[in-house]
């Protein structure tokens, strides 16, 4: 049988699933870079404490340092979540199942693509590079979920916006979006960017009415705007309530949150993914002054929110890139049909095949059972502890074997996970990387001091009973504690352990 004949092309793969293999590839090629993450191993802890235990805690389960704070678990679900994986397959499987939820997200992008007849092999590309920008955030943690939400209200919220004469018959698929923000807000803390889109959306709408007049852009605007106003309710289905929301907003104006790196302009780590985000800029700035086409007012307000966005924290350059690449597909496939017509036509004719296609349904499944079979497949090939991500196996043996020496530790928050994961509850730390539970009073005026050693260092350490240091090799502050006195016991290429002298 022919490879064209019509009934072979129905079981035909589609061309898309190649971004997919890539992504699985990237990450068997590399299984411990999504669990190097600094807080991946109170994260696991966590989801084992909450499945063994069936509730919330109040309080800090992890540190000694600030007891008295309340502990609002805002990623509970994500962690119930990961509980239940490692009870079935360990971190392996908790690894595999993030990373796969990661790698459909390019998918959704060339949906998005296709959806406006953009050029297929233009869209592929845009979609991988798409891809090489966010392997920066693929990690094993709750921001899989706000990442893969965002391009599914994208797709949804694009798909009414655009098709003006049938959108009515798209509202059922709009009510998927409070379905999916019910799960969105126990996940994650960034479920806030749903509300940014619903509300981009509702206004885009209203100022297309106010260019048209045309009655059905007002009708999408108020149906834009009823879903806004479903997902906010429904997100205050969660154990909090509004505390959740409270929270989150206060987090986000923490001013020791711009100390971190993920919250850091992108420029000032510079990077293949950052290159191309720049490089994703500038090409929207040229196709926008030399392209015949418009941008659509949600096209524009959502470019001018997340580039905003982007350009204050490296951790929102994805949410720039999903939004982006679609629009870079549609101007560019407009600047191809003019120096490439035939070739073009038959690259758009082929994206609607591909778009037109249903084999999705099926591979996509296949490929996520074989994926997750090679947790027992290949055992070998698969991460099954934290050691010598963070921690290096050595100094956790050695902490493990004079456990009575840790009990009053002081640690860097990079370091605190590992820590939490492979001794807790047995040792509790001093800090790790949750900057929403230590907040500003902590971080600055105790920890921060310490770290950069500043006056009165060590009378903050001695307020605290310090009496051992668990600190990544040769800082300055390893220095400053051997000066004073304290011994170093342990030393690897990784670690400095210091124990302070009677």
């Not at 022919?2 to 293999?21: M, V």
């Not at 297929?120 to 899989?144: E, Y």
């Not at 923000?181 to 126990?186: A, K």
């Not at 806030?192 to 959306?201: E, K, Q």
């Amino acid at each position: 049988m022919s490879p064209d004949h019509p009934e072979l092309r129905k079981f035909l793969p589609a061309l898309s699933l190649l971004l997919l293999l890539i992504g699985l590839t990237y990450t068997l090629l590399n299984p411990q870079g999504p669990l190097g993450d600094p807080g991946t191993g109170w994260q696991l802890k966590t989801g084992q404490w909450l499945w063994e235990h069936k509730t919330l805690p109040t309080h800090d389960l992890f540190s000694y340092t600030v007891p008295d704070q309340p502990w609002i678990l805002y990623q509970w679900l994500f962690q119930v979540m990961a509980g239940a994986l490692q009870q079935v397959g360990g971190i392996a499987l908790v690894m595999v199942v993030c990373s796969f939820l990661y790698n459909l997200i390019p998918l959704i992008v060339v949906q998005r693509m296709l959806a406006q007849r953009s050029h297929f092999l233009l869209a592929m590309v845009l979609a991988f590079c798409t891809w090489m920008v966010m392997t920066m955030h693929d990690l094993t943690r709750p921001h899989v979920f706000t990442y893969l939400f965002f391009s599914i209200f994208l797709l949804i919220l694009e798909r009414v916006y655009n098709n003006v004469e049938s959108w009515r018959k798209n509202i059922p698929i709009l009510c998927g979006l409070p379905l999916l923000m019910l799960f969105w807000c126990n996940l994650h803390g960034g479920f806030f960017v749903g509300f940014i889109l619903c509300g981009i959306f509702s206004i885009a709408a209203l100022l297309d009415f106010w260019q048209s007049r045309r009655q059905e852009k007002m009708q999408q605007a108020a149906l834009f705007a009823a879903v806004l106003i479903v997902c906010l309710l429904v997100s205050l289905i969660n154990p909090y309530g509004w505390d959740l929301h409270r929270n989150i907003l206060s987090y986000l104006n923490l001013e020791s949150l711009k100390l971190w790196t993920e919250f850091m302009p992108p420029f000032t780590s510079p990077s293949l993914n950052v290159y191309l985000f720049e490089a994703s800029v500038l090409l929207l700035i040229v196709l926008m002054a030399f392209g015949r086409k418009r941008l659509t007012w949600a096209e524009l307000g959502c470019v001018i929110v997340f580039l905003h966005l982007a350009l204050h924290s490296v951790r929102h350059v994805n949410l720039f890139v999903l939004v982006v690449a679609p629009i870079l597909a549609r101007l560019g496939t407009e600047y191809l049909q003019q120096i490439q017509p035939n070739f073009s036509k038959r690259m758009i004719q082929i994206g609607q095949e591909q778009l037109q296609g249903k084999t999705h349904r099926y591979y996509v499944p296949l490929l996520a059972v074989l994926w997750i079979s090679l947790v027992w497949l290949a055992p070998t090939k698969l991460p099954h502890d934290l050691p010598d991500i963070r921690l290096s196996k050595a100094a956790g043996d050695y902490i493990a074997q004079h456990p009575e020496k840790f009990s009053r530790m002081f640690n860097t928050d990079n370091l605190g996970g590992a820590l939490v994961y492979r001794f807790s509850p047995d040792i509790k730390i001093f800090m790790d990387d949750r900057t929403d539970y230590y907040r500003d009073d902590f971080i600055l005026k105790t920890y921060l001091p310490i770290l950069q050693l500043k006056e009165g260092w060590m009378q903050k350490l001695e307020s605290f009973g310090v009496s051992s240091a668990v600190l990544l090799a040769k800082t300055s502050l390893g220095a400053a504690l051997a000066q004073a006195g304290w011994e170093r016991v342990f030393h690897d290429e990784k670690i400095d352990i210091y124990l302070k002298n009677p």
